[in-house]
T-cell receptor, first 112, second 110 residues
Framework: EAQVTQNPRYLITVTGKKLTVTCSQNMNHEYMSWYRQDPGLGLRQIYYSMNVEVTDKGDVPEGYKVSRKEKRNFPLILESPSPNQTSLYFC???????????FGQGTRLTVV | AQSVTQLDSQVPVFEEAPVELRCNYSSSVSVYLFWYVQYPNQGLQLLLKYLSGSTLVKGINGFEAEFNKSQTSFHLRKPSVHISDTAEYFCAVSDRDMRFGAGTRLTVKP
């Protein structure tokens, strides 16, 4: 089954404690991206990757890091989380940046 | 860079009434257009998309949207809504990458 898998689905953490949200896709897609969803703001792109070892900033990259060492995986790293990063996060993948993305189920992160 | 404006943040309607969710976009190049639905506590599901060809696009669950290039709009419509259509709806536009609108919360009342 074609899917994008995010883990964990729910996470509560404390300010400053490094965390990683994993994302994996099984469709051999070139393009992967991370979004955060906040009420009244829709989905905003954090980072994207057009291919292995190629990543670039989206609209709201501050406080986040990503890596793309393999085509299937695109982890999101918060080196020092802060309460304003409390949000719902989605990973997505597609054949290309303009193509129809497949979304993961989301990760609800709370930073206290 | 492209941008998307969803003109209504909330749309309350009664069951079996028609509904239109409005979406306008701006872009300097040709774009692809999408509508996604998000049910409570779930991820995003593709409703329909416009890539090229006929400007009237039919999607799942009885929804359709019309691409209007001159008005740069891609409004979503359904002739008769059900309680189960209660959800948040997102319009999105992509050229090089994808941008989403802020969302419209559709509430269908009995």
């Amino acid at each position: 089954e074609a899917q994008v898998t995010q883990n964990p689905r729910y996470l509560i953490t404390v300010t400053g404690k490094k965390l990683t949200v994993t994302c994996s896709q099984n469709m051999n897609h070139e393009y992967m991206s991370w979004y955060r969803q906040d009420p009244g703001l829709g989905l905003r792109q954090i980072y994207y990757s057009m291919n292995v070892e190629v990543t670039d900033k989206g609209d709201v990259p501050e406080g986040y890091k990503v890596s793309r060492k393999e085509k299937r995986n695109f982890p999101l790293i918060l080196e020092s989380p802060s309460p304003n990063q409390t949000s719902l996060y989605f990973c997505a993948s597609s054949l290309a940046g303009f193509d129809t993305p497949f979304f993961g189920q989301g990760t609800r992160l709370t930073v206290v | 860079a492209q941008s998307v404006t969803q003109l209504d943040s909330q749309v309350p309607v009664f069951e079996e009434a028609p509904v239109e969710l409005r979406c306008n976009y701006s872009s300097s190049v040709s774009v692809y257009l999408f509508w996604y639905v998000q049910y409570p506590n779930q991820g995003l599901q593709l409703l329909l998309k416009y890539l090229s060809g006929s400007t009237l696009v039919k999607g799942i669950n009885g929804f359709e949207a019309e691409f209007n290039k001159s008005q740069t709009s891609f409004h979503l419509r359904k002739p008769s809504v059900h309680i189960s259509d209660t959800a948040e709806y997102f319009c999105a536009v992509s050229d090089r990458d994808m941008r989403f609108g802020a969302g419209t919360r559709l509430t269908v009342k009995p």
